[in-house]
């Protein structure tokens, strides 16, 4: 997951000279259930690039041709900058998506593969053991009595007579099998 784009002078909002490129490694794959981590390491990625407009669709491109004297057609290098900066940037952000999201992107462009990424993700809230689990794998453990704690206390109170239940158990239950008794009781 290396971005290997063009580094330069900005003319309307973006890098045009090709002369030196950076290379940018994103440690996280967006899968599931860390959108948040990898949102804040691409923007960081394409800010430090100059590259936001594109990645938001907030930029056209430059004219494809000028006429010169004569009415001679010339392609304009500005136009094949832009071009190839954005499907870089659009190659590079598919690479940094997990291959089970990829069939939701297939056909999108840049600012278009952003928008649906952020659609499918945004309004999508983590459960807490999935929150539980990004923790631990940074290296931040949250312990199960912490994790039933957790969702106990966020229960609405029609769920009251349940938490007595398993609040005053003789025997201790894991969040897992807590979990599944919430999901009967919803049904």
């Known amino acids: 997951m290396v971005l290997a784009v063009m580094v330069m002078t900005v003319v309307t909002g973006l890098a045009l000279n090709n002369s030196v490129f950076s290379n ?8 599931k259930i860390n959108y948040l981590l990898w949102k804040q390491q691409i923007l960081l990625t394409v800010r430090s690039h ?13 004219a494809a041709t000028v006429v010169l004297g004569g ?38 462009e840049t600012a278009e593969i952003w928008m649906k990424v952020t ?14 689990d990004v923790l631990t ?20 109170p029609e769920y009251r007579p349940f938490v007595v ?15 599944s008794m919430l999901v009967d009781a919803e049904m």
């Open 24 to 31: 940018k490694r994103v440690s996280v794959t967006l899968d």
């Open 137 to 156: 794998a940074c290296g931040a453990p949250v312990s199960e009595y912490e994790q039933i704690v957790t969702v106990l206390n966020g229960l609405p």
């Open 71 to 108: 009415g001679v057609m010339v392609e304009k290098d500005e136009y094949e900058v832009f071009v190839t900066q954005y499907n870089a940037l659009a190659s590079w952000l598919l690479s940094t998506i997990d291959p089970s999201i990829l069939p939701h992107l297939v056909g999108a």
């Open 50 to 62: 100059r590259l936001k407009k594109l990645l938001t669709g907030n930029v056209l491109p430059p």
């Open 119 to 132: 659609i499918i993700f945004a309004n999508k809230s983590p459960t807490v053991k999935e929150v539980c």
């Open 165 to 179: 239940v398993i609040t005053t158990s003789s025997y201790p239950l894991s969040f897992d099998r807590i979990a």
